[in-house]
């Protein structure tokens, strides 16, 4: 049987993904370079009750059979909370560092390596990139938040659901930032909104707010939600305006 370290995870998710992934090694392990959980379940921010467990494959060389072998299975640990894996090869890592900096700078930074070389540590993310993304991310987010307010009609369950969702795809974009200011990127949400606030001059609690409303620790009301809206809007708006003129040292 592979090599498989699951013992730097904590028991809820190690208990998780190893019936995972010991399906798929046992017929492609020669072709697998690298597998990583990545994201929150590395983290102190994991919700047993409520996160779903992120994974990474990295293989060797392109080979498409491997998702037919996991979509069949993909039900039977879906209802487990493990989403489905991301599945690539480190050409492809290597080829994309342009294209995806956010997603792979988060990568690099959360994950733990359970199988195989930790092809993650060596990639360089270049700042020109990642400010580019960066800027393109945020816009886009305010053209997001907009879009999805009005599509909900009012309704508050619809708009503290989508506030909670877009949590996760803002803190990201927030590490990155730290990273155009040299600074050491923290893994936990509040941790990040802290050295944001420090490093933008940029009140950042309106995402300390959803974090409490994703825990179930606050139950916004239809005025809540209302400012909380302006209030997002307007943060995300400002950090895009110095993100736009950050330079990039050459």
């Not at 392109?62 to 039900?75: S, Y």
């Not at 989403?83 to 997603?103: C, G």
């Not at 020109?128 to 907009?146: F, H, T």
């Not at 620790?217 to 708006?237: A, C, I, S, W």
Request: glycine residues 4%; aromatic residues 10%.
């Amino acid at each position: 049987m592979a090599n498989l370290n699951l013992s730097n995870l904590s028991t809820q998710v190690k208990d998780r993904m190893e019936p995972f992934f010991n399906e798929i090694l046992p017929t492609y392990e020669s072709q697998i370079n690298s597998i990583y959980i990545i994201g929150s379940a590395v983290t102190s921010d994991f919700d047993v009750k409520a996160s779903d467990v992120d994974s990474l494959i990295v293989l060797k060389e392109k080979n498409l059979d491997i998702f037919d072998f996991i979509a069949p299975i993909g039900k039977k640990y879906g209802k487990r909370g493990i989403r489905a894996p991301i599945v690539i090869t480190n050409d492809y890592i290597h080829s994309s560092l342009e294209v995806f900096p956010i997603q792979f700078l988060n990568m690099k930074t959360i994950n733990a390596l359970v199988y195989g070389d930790d092809v993650l540590n060596g990639i360089k993310i270049e700042k020109s990139d990642l400010r580019l993304v960066c800027e393109r991310e945020l816009k886009g987010w305010i053209q997001n938040l907009g879009q999805a307010y009005i599509k909900s009609l009012g309704n508050d369950r619809i708009i503290r659901e989508l506030f909670v969702s877009f949590l996760s795809s803002y803190i990201p974009i927030f590490r990155a930032i730290l990273y155009l200011y040299d600074r050491e990127l923290p893994k936990e949400r509040n941790a990040v909104l802290d050295m944001c606030e420090g490093v933008l001059n940029i009140k950042m609690s309106v995402f300390r707010e959803l974090v409490t409303i994703k825990m179930g620790k606050y139950k916004p009301t239809h005025e809540d939600l209302k400012n909380d809206f302006q209030r997002m809007y307007n943060t995300l708006d400002d950090i895009a305006k110095v993100i736009d003129k950050f330079q990039v040292e050459p």
